[in-house]
C-alpha cells in the first residue's frame, strides 16, 4: 500500500536497464506525479526517468535521508538485482 504523507525513499529508472534515480521525499504519491509530468527540472526531466521501481517507507525524514544516501553508494549492478 501506498502511504501519501510518509517519509520513503524511492527509486525512478527510464525503461528496464535504463537509467537510475534515487530520491527521498515526505510526499510518494504527489512526487511521483510531478517527476512524471517533468514538473521537476533536472536529470530526471533530461533523462526521461519517469517509472517508479522501488520505494521503501520510514519513520520519520532523518531515517530516510540516511536511507538514501546509502543506496546512492551502491553500484549500479546491485540496483539492477
Given amino acids: 500500500m501506498l502511504l501519501s504523507r510518509q517519509p520513503c525513499v524511492y527509486l525512478l529508472a527510464s525503461r528496464r536497464h535504463g537509467t537510475f534515480y ?7 504519491v504527489k512526487r511521483i506525479r510531478e517527476h512524471k509530468s517533468d514538473l521537476v527540472e533536472g536529470f530526471t526531466k533530461r533523462y526521461g526517468i519517469h517509472t517508479l521501481v522501488w520505494h521503501e517507507n520510514h519513520g520519520n525524514m532523518t531515517a530516510a535521508i540516511t536511507r538514501e544516501k546509502t543506496i546512492k ?9
Fill in 22 to 28: 534515487v530520491g527521498v521525499t515526505s510526499d510518494l
Fill in 73 to 81: 553508494e551502491w553500484k549500479r549492478r546491485w540496483k539492477l538485482n
